[in-house]
Protein backbone atom coordinates (compact mmCIF):
# COMPACT_ATOMS: atom_id res chain seq x y z
CA UNK A 1 0.00 0.00 0.00
CA UNK A 2 0.81 3.65 -0.27
CA UNK A 3 0.43 6.95 1.13
CA UNK A 4 0.29 9.59 -1.74
CA UNK A 5 0.21 12.85 -0.06
CA UNK A 6 -0.95 14.35 -2.52
CA UNK A 7 -4.75 12.58 -2.54
CA UNK A 8 -4.20 11.34 0.68
CA UNK A 9 -6.46 12.73 3.09
CA UNK A 10 -5.38 14.96 5.91
CA UNK A 11 -5.84 14.14 9.78
CA UNK A 12 -6.27 10.82 10.87
CA UNK A 13 -7.49 7.25 8.75
CA UNK A 14 -7.63 3.84 9.47
CA UNK A 15 -7.55 1.47 7.31
CA UNK A 16 -6.80 -2.59 6.40
CA UNK A 17 -4.71 -3.73 3.60
CA UNK A 18 -3.09 -6.93 2.30
CA UNK A 19 -0.37 -7.56 0.01
CA UNK A 20 0.41 -10.88 -1.35
CA UNK A 21 3.82 -12.15 -0.61
CA UNK A 22 5.21 -12.35 -4.16
CA UNK A 23 4.23 -8.51 -4.14
CA UNK A 24 6.57 -7.93 -0.53
CA UNK A 25 9.29 -10.45 -2.25
CA UNK A 26 9.45 -12.38 1.07
CA UNK A 27 10.11 -15.96 0.25
CA UNK A 28 13.14 -17.23 0.35
CA UNK A 29 14.81 -21.04 0.89
CA UNK A 30 14.06 -20.96 4.59
CA UNK A 31 10.44 -19.44 4.81
CA UNK A 32 7.83 -19.83 2.37
CA UNK A 33 4.95 -17.48 2.63
CA UNK A 34 1.54 -19.09 1.35
CA UNK A 35 -1.04 -16.63 2.67
CA UNK A 36 -1.35 -12.50 2.30
CA UNK A 37 0.26 -10.23 4.74
CA UNK A 38 -2.53 -8.90 6.88
CA UNK A 39 -1.89 -5.08 8.02
CA UNK A 40 -3.80 -2.44 9.74
CA UNK A 41 -2.34 1.19 10.10
CA UNK A 42 -3.78 4.24 11.57
CA UNK A 43 -1.97 6.96 9.83
CA UNK A 44 -2.14 10.67 11.20
CA UNK A 45 -1.43 12.89 8.37
CA UNK A 46 -0.52 17.06 7.71
CA UNK A 47 1.09 18.27 4.28
CA UNK A 48 4.34 17.00 4.49
CA UNK A 49 4.31 14.42 7.53
CA UNK A 50 2.68 11.17 8.44
CA UNK A 51 2.81 9.13 11.01
CA UNK A 52 1.86 5.44 10.49
CA UNK A 53 0.97 2.75 13.27
CA UNK A 54 0.66 -0.12 12.41
CA UNK A 55 0.02 -3.78 13.13
CA UNK A 56 0.70 -6.68 11.19
CA UNK A 57 0.25 -10.45 10.77
CA UNK A 58 1.93 -12.79 8.71
CA UNK A 59 2.20 -16.97 8.36
CA UNK A 60 5.49 -18.17 7.19
CA UNK A 61 6.13 -21.82 6.29
CA UNK A 62 9.35 -22.53 7.60
CA UNK A 63 12.01 -25.05 7.18
CA UNK A 64 13.81 -26.24 10.65
CA UNK A 65 17.30 -25.94 10.12
CA UNK A 66 17.40 -29.57 12.26
CA UNK A 67 14.92 -31.23 11.28
CA UNK A 68 14.43 -30.09 7.62
CA UNK A 69 10.61 -30.43 8.57
CA UNK A 70 8.39 -27.56 7.85
CA UNK A 71 6.59 -25.81 10.50
CA UNK A 72 4.70 -22.51 10.65
CA UNK A 73 5.61 -18.96 12.32
CA UNK A 74 3.16 -16.71 13.31
CA UNK A 75 3.88 -13.34 13.09
CA UNK A 76 2.37 -10.73 15.05
CA UNK A 77 4.08 -7.24 15.49
CA UNK A 78 3.33 -3.71 16.16
CA UNK A 79 5.22 -0.92 14.31
CA UNK A 80 5.31 2.53 14.01
CA UNK A 81 7.01 4.97 11.73
CA UNK A 82 7.20 8.76 10.39
CA UNK A 83 7.72 9.83 6.81
CA UNK A 84 8.19 13.48 6.03
CA UNK A 85 8.29 15.29 2.96
CA UNK A 86 12.07 17.04 2.37
CA UNK A 87 13.54 18.39 -0.39
CA UNK A 88 14.90 15.47 -2.58
CA UNK A 89 19.17 16.79 -2.12
CA UNK A 90 18.08 16.37 1.62
CA UNK A 91 16.35 12.43 1.56
CA UNK A 92 19.93 10.39 2.01
CA UNK A 93 20.48 12.57 5.13
CA UNK A 94 20.77 10.49 8.42
CA UNK A 95 17.44 11.58 10.58
CA UNK A 96 18.75 9.65 13.53
CA UNK A 97 16.32 7.70 13.89
CA UNK A 98 15.69 4.52 11.78
CA UNK A 99 11.41 4.97 12.47
CA UNK A 100 11.82 8.51 11.19
CA UNK A 101 12.02 8.42 7.42
CA UNK A 102 12.73 11.24 5.03
CA UNK A 103 10.77 11.17 1.61
CA UNK A 104 10.61 13.40 -1.47
CA UNK A 105 8.77 16.08 -1.75
CA UNK A 106 8.90 15.98 -5.34
CA UNK A 107 7.94 12.74 -5.20
CA UNK A 108 5.32 12.33 -2.20
CA UNK A 109 4.66 9.04 -2.56
CA UNK A 110 5.21 6.62 0.38
CA UNK A 111 5.07 2.98 -0.25
CA UNK A 112 4.52 1.03 2.90
CA UNK A 113 5.39 -2.25 1.79
CA UNK A 114 9.17 -1.26 1.98
CA UNK A 115 8.03 -0.84 5.70
CA UNK A 116 6.00 -4.23 5.84
CA UNK A 117 8.56 -6.28 4.23
CA UNK A 118 11.20 -5.03 6.33
CA UNK A 119 9.67 -5.77 9.73
CA UNK A 120 8.52 -9.05 8.79
CA UNK A 121 12.19 -10.16 7.41
CA UNK A 122 13.72 -8.69 11.02
CA UNK A 123 10.67 -10.71 12.81
CA UNK A 124 11.31 -14.23 10.88
CA UNK A 125 14.05 -15.76 12.76
CA UNK A 126 17.14 -16.40 10.86
CA UNK A 127 17.66 -19.84 11.75
CA UNK A 128 14.12 -21.47 11.86
CA UNK A 129 13.59 -24.17 14.43
CA UNK A 130 10.78 -26.14 14.79
CA UNK A 131 10.92 -26.97 18.96
CA UNK A 132 13.69 -25.30 21.21
CA UNK A 133 14.30 -28.90 22.12
CA UNK A 134 14.15 -30.07 18.18
CA UNK A 135 16.15 -33.24 17.48
CA UNK A 136 17.46 -32.94 14.74
CA UNK A 137 18.66 -35.58 12.08
CA UNK A 138 20.91 -38.27 12.99
CA UNK A 139 23.96 -37.38 11.47
CA UNK A 140 24.98 -41.19 10.41
CA UNK A 141 21.83 -42.21 8.65
CA UNK A 142 19.53 -39.40 8.43
CA UNK A 143 16.69 -40.08 10.46
CA UNK A 144 14.64 -37.85 12.06
CA UNK A 145 15.77 -38.26 15.70
CA UNK A 146 12.03 -36.75 16.91
CA UNK A 147 10.31 -39.26 15.58
CA UNK A 148 12.65 -42.29 15.77
CA UNK A 149 15.72 -43.76 18.05
CA UNK A 150 17.75 -44.64 14.98
CA UNK A 151 20.09 -46.84 17.13
CA UNK A 152 23.42 -45.12 15.94
CA UNK A 153 25.72 -44.50 18.18
CA UNK A 154 26.31 -41.14 18.64
CA UNK A 155 29.29 -39.11 18.91
CA UNK A 156 29.11 -37.16 21.73
CA UNK A 157 30.93 -34.22 20.44
CA UNK A 158 28.64 -33.48 18.17
CA UNK A 159 25.52 -32.65 20.18
CA UNK A 160 24.64 -28.96 20.37
CA UNK A 161 24.43 -29.60 24.15
CA UNK A 162 27.79 -30.62 24.42
CA UNK A 163 29.35 -27.62 22.32
CA UNK A 164 27.44 -25.41 24.88
CA UNK A 165 29.19 -27.60 27.58
CA UNK A 166 32.44 -26.77 25.54
CA UNK A 167 32.07 -23.14 25.14
CA UNK A 168 30.74 -22.59 28.73
CA UNK A 169 34.13 -24.56 29.80
CA UNK A 170 36.01 -22.23 28.10
CA UNK A 171 34.58 -19.39 29.30
CA UNK A 172 35.07 -20.24 32.53
CA UNK A 173 38.43 -20.98 32.56
CA UNK A 174 41.01 -18.41 33.89
ZN1 LIG B 1 13.03 -29.56 13.89
ZN1 LIG C 1 21.11 -42.97 12.75
Known sequence: MKIDFATWPD????????????????????????????????????EDEAIVEGRLAARARST????????????????????????????????????????????PVWDLNTVVREIILLAIPE????????????????????LKECGCEQPKSDSPLAKLKDILAQKTKP
Open 64 to 107: CVRCLEEFDVAIEEDFRRIGKLVPAVNVGEDTGDPDYLFLPANE
Open 11 to 46: GTTVTDFAETAESLELSSDMNRFDDDVNVTVTVHKT
Open 127 to 146: NPVCTEDCRGLCPKCGENLN
